[in-house]
């Protein structure tokens, strides 16, 4: 089931090459991905890991992904959601949802603005994205600090911008990928 919810392709925009590597370490996972087109100018990347192995966490991150606000349409004005106030959303669902106490993600959401070449990007306990290419003198670390989901309902999270260009690569991963 989880397999049939597995992005197979990414969306494209002008002037942004995103790749993706999705490969659990078991037959499910509790790690999730989600590439989105938001509008001519702009890309949502997500990720997310649920705390715990098998179905349980595949369960969970498909309740993750399908809450996650990115637009906001109040008469014919849509709004990119900011990925911090994203996160906090989805953080206050999720506190919300009846259930055991220990159903806890992390996750990274970042909005690309292709026009300008810059990422908006928030953290929930997620380990940090890096910024790597010739412009930066090898790899930084873009820590975006932010407790994990699903613990403190009224938790904020802060967001971090940085400059894409030239040849640079925002990478963005799992905890899985580390080991």
């Known amino acids: 089931?989880?397999?049939?919810?597995?992005?197979?392709?990414?969306?494209?925009?002008?002037?942004?090459?995103?790749?993706?590597?999705?490969?659990?370490?078991?037959?499910?996972s509790g790690d999730l991905f989600d590439v989105e087109r938001l509008d001519e100018h702009h890309v949502s990347v997500f990720l997310a890991d649920a705390v715990?192995?098998?179905?349980?966490?595949?369960?969970?991150?498909?309740?993750?992904?399908?809450a996650l606000p990115k637009l906001d349409t109040i008469g014919e004005t849509t709004r990119i959601i900011p990925p911090a106030e994203a996160l906090s959303r989805l953080n206050r669902e999720f506190c919300q949802r009846p259930g055991p106490g220990d159903r806890?993600?992390?996750?990274?959401?970042?909005?690309?603005d292709t026009r300008t070449m810059t990422a908006t990007i928030a953290?929930?306990?997620?380990?940090?994205?890096?910024i790597s290419g010739r412009n930066t003198g090898g790899s930084q670390r873009i820590?975006?600090?932010?407790?994990?989901?699903?613990?403190?309902p009224d938790a904020s999270f802060a967001e971090t911008r940085?400059?894409?260009?030239?040849?640079q690569s925002l990478i963005m991963f799992s905890d899985g990928f580390e080991t």
């Open 104 to 112: 806890f993600a992390t996750a990274m959401y970042a909005v690309i």
């Open 1 to 28: 089931m989880q397999q049939q919810f597995v992005q197979r392709g990414v969306p494209y925009l002008p002037g942004l090459n995103v790749g993706v590597v999705f490969r659990p370490a078991t037959y499910v």
């Open 143 to 152: 820590d975006s600090e932010g407790p994990l989901l699903g613990v403190f």
């Open 162 to 167: 940085v400059e894409l260009g030239g040849e």
């Open 123 to 130: 953290g929930a306990g997620h380990p940090a994205a890096i």
């Open 52 to 66: 715990g192995h098998g179905v349980p966490a595949a369960m969970l991150t498909l309740f993750i992904s399908r």
